[in-house]
């Protein structure tokens, strides 16, 4: 099995599944709602297959081969995984319609993984009216981990706001009278990275921002923007960017003989899809935040976890691009619902899902940084909530400092 | 002032993008009397194929022939194929049939070549010129941009085939009087643009790098820039892709407040009261119709 759970962990939950088994021998009785059986589990998703963000359509793809391969090997507690994935083409409006036909019409027990903030925000409300999960949401918004709300949904991947924190932390410490030129997209994403950032520079980011530029994801190139940030005598750049788009600024940057301390947010730190196609030498230095191990990146090459997922892309997924950061986090945001659905026993009830989604424990996953573990609980709906700093060098990246969570911001 | 200069500088820079797209879709207006939604996407395909070429081996320019001459071909398969048999139909029906093909291509780029980005080789090197604002790519670039045009002038103002192309465009009855094989202009207009997208492709792709969905914004600057200069005249194409390039920038950092998140739509507004007093683009000929 790929997921490791650390040994002592893994002694107390046999214990608890001992006691679960043996309390529920009492009454001894399998409990499923809509979409579970003795032989099936339905799971619904939602992905933009085709559409503007059609990149991101890898990660549906990347499910379902891994759920073939959970049902190759036994399937789970027995039962087999039914993946039913449509496509919403990013769109808000499509993305409603499919997913009631997930759960009226397909009768899926759960929502899994639905992509983008706009399709997710257009969906919560139904769901949680519903009260049909809506797990691991792909989208590192900030509003996810709001269990009051919306009991029915939970993120997964750190949100933007705290990764901003972390580089504004870095910045006020490292170079505490900084001036700041920032790079963002002009929509939800973009603005949540830059309000994290101010937030975490707290009452200097007036003073320390010298020039903000926003671009527009239907520009051609942002070459004038960088010529623009630079005329500002920024020392300090955060390039919260795309990956076409970092690619881009990267590259021109080094084009204009502009050096500053730049900051690459974690959505473009691929060293395949973005790093490589900009040039390493124009790179070189540059500081970012992750939390999946990359596959190009050579640390990784003799690494456990690493050689699992090379043997799944191997079996199961030999179109798979192992360059794409796409396909590390939807094989480990599976593994992750792998690992609820494990918990969840014979008691595959929409809310008994919910409650065992909101108490892993110091889950470790093939693909996870090591020290970055995944904790959940009825008050925490943020799976992963900590990354760690990394500078790149040469043709890699060197992670430095400790893993760095929210609350270590706060 | 020197930001003033580099803006200016860079907006060249990013106009040759637009002046290079503005020219395929001036080569398929003269052809076909409309304008083709897929253009940018079929640009899109041959870019990849050059590409692929190049991965299995074959030097730059070799790629770079192979892959102009497959897009002639395929445009004019393409028209064959597609576009003749709805020829008669109205025009909504063929821009549905364009709008098909946009996403078809789009689409089978995505199955095939995904969509992660690719670097694109350039045989200009990327040195930095002028203080870094132009690279040595981007002075190519404008070289290749000037050179496509000249071919073009020459090509619709002194050749028969040209002349003929022109006249099969415009005015398809009389053309046909005199003895213009209307239908292969058509399809032959379709193959030139076909193989000046494919060269724009791979001018361009090296600045915003390879991705099934690299030429959606270049395909709507370049359709302004065309409009602007004028769509029956290349010239004005090109001059029309490159003022749109120093508008945007100047726009973007000049105006205020809005102008950086406004600076297309302030740039359109100027091209729209520019329109409005020359209807036919500044560079345009003047229609002129008989009673």
């Given at each position: 099995m790929s997921i490791k759970v650390r040994s002592r962990l893994a002694a107390l939950s046999a214990a608890t599944l001992a006691v679960t088994m043996m309390s529920g021998a009492a009454f001894a009785q399998k409990k499923y709602d809509t979409g579970a059986t003795d032989t099936e589990i339905k799971i619904g998703n939602i992905m933009p297959y085709s559409g503007p963000a059609s990149a991101y359509g890898v990660i549906g793809k990347t499910i379902d081969a891994y759920f073939k391969k959970i049902n190759a090997e036994g399937g789970i507690n027995g039962r087999k995984i039914s993946f039913i994935s449509y496509d919403d083409g990013y769109s808000p409006p499509k993305a409603v319609e499919q997913v009631r036909k997930l759960v009226?019409?397909?009768?899926?027990?759960l929502v899994f993984d639905p992509l983008g903030t706009p399709s997710n925000t257009a969906i919560q409300k139904y769901l949680n009216q519903k009260k049909v999960p809506q797990l691991?949401?792909?989208?590192?918004?900030?509003?996810?981990?709001?269990p009051k709300s919306f009991p029915w949904t939970m993120g997964w991947q750190p949100n933007y706001q705290t990764e901003g924190q972390i580089y504004a932390k870095y910045v006020l410490k490292e170079k505490p009278n900084a001036k700041i030129a920032v790079l963002y997209q002009n929509d939800d994403y973009g603005k949540d990275y830059l309000k994290g950032f101010k937030d975490g520079l707290g009452a200097k980011a007036a003073s320390m921002i010298v020039a903000e530029s926003s671009y527009e994801?239907?520009?051609?190139?942002?070459d004038s923007h960088i010529v623009k940030l630079k005329s500002s005598g920024a020392d300090v750049f955060f390039n919260i960017a795309t990956p076409k788009f970092a690619a881009q600024a990267i590259k021109k940057a080094a084009e204009i003989d502009w050096k500053p301390m730049q900051f690459l947010n974690n959505v473009s730190a691929s060293i395949g899809s973005v790093i490589k196609p900009a040039g390493f030498e124009n790179a070189q230095g540059i500081i970012s935040a992750a939390y999946l191990k990359d596959a190009t990146d050579q640390q990784w090459k003799n690494d456990a976890g690493m050689k699992r997922f090379d043997e799944f892309l191997a079996k199961y997924f030999p179109e798979g691009n192992r360059i794409d950061l796409n396909v590390i986090f939807g094989y480990s945001v599976s593994q992750t619902m792998v690992q609820v659905l494990k918990q969840a026993g014979d008691n595959l009830t929409r809310a008994n899902v919910m409650k065992e989604a909101a108490s892993l424990k110091d889950l470790e996953l093939?693909?996870?940084?090591?020290?970055i573990k995944i904790n959940t609980g009825p008050t925490d709906f943020a799976p992963i909530s900590s990354v760690q700093l990394m500078r790149f060098k040469g043709d890699t990246w060197e992670r430095f400092g400790d893993v760095l969570s929210a609350d270590a911001t706060n | 002032m020197e930001l003033f200069t580099n803006q200016v500088l860079s907006g060249i820079a990013t106009g040759a993008i637009y002046a290079c797209m503005a020219l395929a879709v001036v080569m398929i207006y003269e052809a076909i009397d409309h304008l083709n939604f897929a253009q940018g996407e079929m640009a899109m395909f041959s870019t990849f194929a050059a590409w692929q070429f190049m991965q299995w081996g074959i030097p730059y320019w070799g790629a770079f022939v192979l892959s102009v001459v497959l897009s002639f071909a395929a445009g004019i398969a393409i028209e064959r194929a597609l576009f003749r048999p709805l020829g008669h139909a109205s025009v909504l029906v063929q821009i549905a049939g364009f709008i098909a093909l946009f996403a078809i291509i789009n689409s089978v780029a995505g199955l095939i070549w995904d969509f992660t980005i690719k670097p694109f080789p350039t045989p200009f090197g990327s040195t930095p010129l002028l203080g870094g604002v132009i690279s040595s790519h981007q002075a190519g670039m404008i070289a290749v941009t000037i050179l496509l045009l000249g071919f073009l002038y020459v090509f619709f103002s002194f050749t028969r085939v040209g002349l003929a192309m022109r006249a099969a465009a415009t005015m398809p009855e009389s053309a046909k009087l005199v003895g213009v094989n209307v239908g292969w202009m058509i399809a032959l207009g379709w193959g030139l643009a076909a193989a000046i997208g494919a060269i724009a492709g791979i001018m361009i792709a090296p600045v915003i790098f390879l991705e099934p969905n690299m030429m959606g914004g270049v395909l709507l600057y370049g359709f302004v820039g065309a409009v602007l200069g004028g769509l029956s005249s290349p010239a004005g194409a090109v001059a029309g892709g490159f003022i749109v390039g120093v508008l945007e920038n100047l726009a973007g950092t000049y105006i205020p407040g809005v102008g950086n998140e406004l600076k297309l739509p302030i740039a359109l507004a100027m091209i729209i009261a520019v329109l409005v007093f020359k209807p036919n683009g500044l560079f345009g000929r003047v229609q002129v119709q008989r009673v």
């Open positions: 009226e019409s397909d009768e899926v027990l691991f949401v792909a989208t590192g918004a900030t509003k996810w981990n709001d994801v239907s520009e051609p190139t942002i093939d693909l996870l940084l090591p020290g | -």
